[in-house]
């Protein structure tokens, strides 16, 4: 059976979330939400958004990229709230059916 491979990332908690003020956590939610922009308009980023009703509160929200894992990698390390600790990344290989994966009108 062939399959399609995307990056996961699954976006927690960091280390340092609780390090930052009202106005500091603002500021560190535009510049993550621009990263996100930035990588959804360089065709990297397929799909992203936050979680609600988890039962464990570090989980924040998933991304899956069109990109392999050391790609995948480097650009969810790079979003600015990864950088400055307020969210951790798990980084994974997901696989699935060719075409399964679709957005939009498709």
């Given at each position: 059976m062939e399959l399609e491979s995307y990056g996961f990332v699954l976006l927690r908690r960091?280390?340092?979330?609780?390090?930052?003020?009202?106005?500091e956590l603002d500021r560190l939610q535009?510049?993550?939400l621009a990263h996100l922009d930035a990588m959804?308009?360089?065709g990297k980023l397929l799909v992203?958004?936050?979680?609600?009703?988890?039962?464990?509160?570090?989980l924040r929200g998933l991304c899956v990229y069109a990109c392999d894992l050391e790609e995948t990698r480097a650009l969810a390390?790079?979003?600015?709230?990864v950088r400055a600790g307020r969210m951790a990344v798990d980084v994974m290989?997901?696989?699935?059916?060719?075409?399964a994966l679709r957005f939009g009108d498709a």
């Amino acid at each position: 059976m062939e399959l399609e491979s995307y990056g996961f990332v699954l976006l927690r908690r960091g280390p340092r979330a609780h390090d930052y003020d009202d106005a500091e956590l603002d500021r560190l939610q535009a510049a993550h939400l621009a990263h996100l922009d930035a990588m959804r308009a360089q065709g990297k980023l397929l799909v992203a958004g936050p979680f609600s009703d988890q039962p464990d509160e570090t989980l924040r929200g998933l991304c899956v990229y069109a990109c392999d894992l050391e790609e995948t990698r480097a650009l969810a390390e790079s979003d600015p709230s990864v950088r400055a600790g307020r969210m951790a990344v798990d980084v994974m290989t997901w696989w699935t059916l060719p075409g399964a994966l679709r957005f939009g009108d498709a």
